[in-house]
Nanobody, 128 residues
Framework: QVQLVESGGGLVQAGGSLRLSCAASGRTFSSDAMGWFRQAPGKEREFVTAISWSGRRTYYADSVKGRFTISRDNAKRTVYLQMNSLKPEDTAVYYC?????????????????????WGRGTQVTVSS
């Protein structure tokens, strides 16, 4: 059974930083692409970033490019999201997601439906 558990959310002032973690279990993990999504109240879940199975390729939404960094440690079965220069509009519940068997070395998915497994999310609140 695949489990994804996010941690690291919290309350931070605008301009601050947070580092989210997502620990995976129940699958090989090193052969799976991973992504982060977020959902603000009253809005649809949106793509934030994705990383290939190897960690060599990363992809970002325009809204976070240059501020957020995704990485992974396959030995620890964990994917990270470093968020810098946070803005109030970054406030949302952040979810990690796993696309099983996908490598994302040449292309990636930003549709939530493409990801089969999801964590329960962690709240990030950025105050102005």
């Amino acid at each position: 059974q695949v489990q994804l558990v996010e941690s690291g959310g919290g309350l931070v002032q605008a301009g601050g930083s947070l580092r989210l973690s997502c620990a995976a279990s129940g699958r090989t993990f090193s052969s799976d692409a991973m992504g982060w999504f977020r959902q603000a109240p009253g809005k649809e879940r949106e793509f934030v970033t994705a990383i290939s199975w190897s960690g060599r390729r990363t992809y970002y939404a325009d809204s976070v490019k240059g501020r957020f960094t995704i990485s992974r440690d396959n030995a620890k079965r964990t994917v990270y999201l470093q968020m810098n220069s946070l803005k109030p509009e970054d406030t949302a519940v952040y979810y990690c997601a796993l696309d099983p068997g996908a490598n994302y070395e040449l292309s990636y998915e930003q549709r939530p439906l493409a990801y089969d497994y999801w964590g329960r999310g962690t709240q990030v609140t950025v105050s102005s």
